[in-house]
């Protein structure tokens, strides 16, 4: 609380120490005002502060329930305040521009679909091919102008291999190598919304060269690397959390679209073989293998389904 430069005691409203003022304006405690006449001989005094003299007649009660001082650390914060929320509009607007360009592009899609499939009805209905034109071709001919794709930003990666794409947090999560001859291998993190450069992820000795990544829900990621691992990355913590072991260097990886706790991983071709492993984040030592003559994992996962004995079996 406001206190009186001369006793440091609180003021008060009412009483012997009110708040009292001097003619040059500076307030004390009344009590201490009239204890400085009387040590003058109550003719006159000097204002402790300034050195204008003052006679007793001359303090004046200040009828104030509190007295404030002047914050200018508030003022800042409220300024600091007001410029961070012009720079959230304007990151809103640009995304709110974005999406609609997005759902605009989706539109056109979905009508050149429509227009592929009426084609095709009138090739099976009289024997004749009808090439009519696409929605988008149609806009850009009557605008004259095609979409165009603009380069906003480019980083610079030694050894870039694969990538994937957290849409819902706007990030990017990229495979390399660290700088230098032997350079152990790393991710990088760059943000979609921030200028800023990659923030490079150093992994675990021995994972050697990423294959494969995917996003999981939840802000974390899934990595397959030929040392023969398949980690479970935290993009919030920028860790590896989870590490399995597997009998063969991993190529591809996937998750489970119903089951969160099932991941997969793409094996190493070996015996004419390319080898699918399904492992459980709940017990990763204990993994499930099984072998398809199939490149891509991820159009595996469309194909079969796991069973409890620990083999795989083609649906029907």
Excluded at 129 to 147: D, I
Excluded at 212 to 231: Q, V
Excluded at 301 to 307: A, G, K, Q, R, Y
Aim: hydrophobic residues 35%; contains cysteine; proline residues 6%.
């Amino acid at each position: 609380a406001p206190s009186c430069p001369v006793c440091m005691e609180p003021w008060t409203s009412e009483g012997e120490h009110r708040i009292s003022c001097i003619p040059c304006g500076h307030v004390y405690g009344r009590s201490c005002l009239e204890r400085w006449l009387t040590q003058r001989g109550n003719a006159s005094a000097t204002c402790p502060q300034c050195g204008r003299r003052f006679k007793h007649k001359d303090i004046i009660n200040i009828y104030a329930p509190e007295v404030a001082v002047p914050n200018n650390d508030l003022e800042k914060q409220l300024r600091f305040c007001r410029q961070k929320l012009e720079s959230l509009e304007e990151v809103v607007l640009k995304q709110g521009k974005l999406l609609d360009e997005i759902i605009s592009e989706k539109n056109h899609r979905s009508a050149d679909v429509g227009v592929s499939k009426r084609q095709k009805i009138a090739e099976h209905s009289d024997g004749r091919t009808y090439l009519e034109p696409s929605a988008s071709a149609s806009a850009a001919s009557a605008s004259g102008n095609s979409c165009r794709f603009v380069l906003l930003k480019e980083l610079s990666f030694d050894g870039a291999r694969v990538m994937g794409i957290d849409a819902s947090n706007q990030i990017i999560l990229a495979s390399g190598k660290a700088p230098g001859v032997g350079g152990e291998h790393v991710l990088r993190k760059i943000s979609m919304l921030s200028s800023h450069e990659a923030h490079t992820i150093q992994l675990p000795p021995d994972t050697k060269v990423v294959k494969d990544i995917c996003i999981l829900p939840g802000g974390s990621a899934l990595f397959a690397s030929l040392g023969r691992r398949l980690s479970l990355f935290s993009m919030t913590t920028n860790s590896v959390v989870l590490e399995c072991n597997l009998p063969l260097p991993a190529w591809s990886c996937s998750a489970h679209d119903s089951d969160s706790h099932r991941i997969y991983a793409g094996l190493q071709r070996m015996a004419g073989f390319w080898y699918l492993i399904l492992v459980s984040i709940q017990d990763p030592c204990i993994p499930w293998l099984g072998y398809l003559n199939i490149w891509s994992i991820h159009y595996t996962l469309s194909l079969i389904t796991v069973v409890p004995e620990r083999f795989f079996q083609l649906l029907p």
